[in-house]
């Protein structure tokens, strides 16, 4: 199974994911934005789209949703009834409710043989930051699903984020706490070809990751005001 991301090139800073499965010409799309981009993609490799997946409700993440299910006949999961998906028998994806940047939010990981390859954080996690609750989201409880996914996410899986905001984030990290590791994260960012990276970096450089309940909450009021 691989995955491909596509940088949207829109103001939000979107990413969209395609998994694919090259011997069965099969594929999946996560948070659709521009319906042309992924088709582009998939008819330049002859896939055929067999479910389009979401996140969250947000509209930056359901934009193409409509169109690439007309034009592949493909299905729609089901965020209401959240089941895990298989999409071939070596692999699937695992559901995981993480409410708080909306109360239906939720992220996948991608395992394959019972490791977690990847991990899919839609707008509930970013590079160096977490998502805003200001569209129907409740920071408290953002709070305790970045608690159970620092447990719950495998270290060595690679981290798939909903948006381009590292280096945004850092620039808010170091206006907080002038530290010598966000500042070579900067560099590292800026340096970079890829915005794919282990999930273990995020538990280092993330000053969300690394704070009591009360000083989240904090942070992410002074983030909003930023
Ligand atoms: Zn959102």
Redesign the pocket.
């Known amino acids: 199974m691989k995955v491909e991301q596509i940088n949207v090139g829109n103001a939000l800073r979107n990413f969209v994911y395609v998994l694919y499965n090259e011997p069965t010409r099969q594929a999946w799309v996560i948070d659709p934005y521009d319906a042309k981009q992924v088709a582009n993609f998939l008819d330049a490799h002859q896939y055929k789209l067999e479910m389009v997946i979401n996140t969250?409700l947000?509209f930056?993440?359901t934009k193409g949703n409509e169109e690439l299910l007309k034009k592949y006949n493909s299905k729609l999961w089901d965020i209401h009834n959240p089941d895990d998906i298989e999409l071939t028998p070596e692999w699937k994806l695992e559901v995981r409710k993480s409410p708080g940047?909306?109360m239906e939010h939720v992220v996948f990981a991608l395992v394959n043989k019972a490791e977690q390859k990847g991990f899919f954080g839609?707008?509930t996690l970013f590079h160096n930051g977490v998502?805003n609750c200001k569209?129907g989201g409740k920071v408290e409880v953002l709070y305790e699903t970045i608690q159970d996914l620092k447990s719950w996410v495998n270290p060595s899986a690679l981290f798939y984020t909903?948006h381009d905001y590292g280096l945004s984030n850092l620039e808010f990290s170091l206006s907080h706490k002038p530290l010598e590791v966000y500042k070579k994260e900067v560099e590292r960012l800026e340096n970079s070809s890829t915005r794919v990276f282990p999930f273990d970096r995020e538990l280092k450089t993330n000053i969300f990751l690394n704070v009591d309940r009360e000083d989240f909450i904090e942070l992410r009021k002074k983030r909003d005001n930023w």
């Open positions: 969250h947000h930056d993440h940047h909306t839609g707008d998502g569209n909903g």
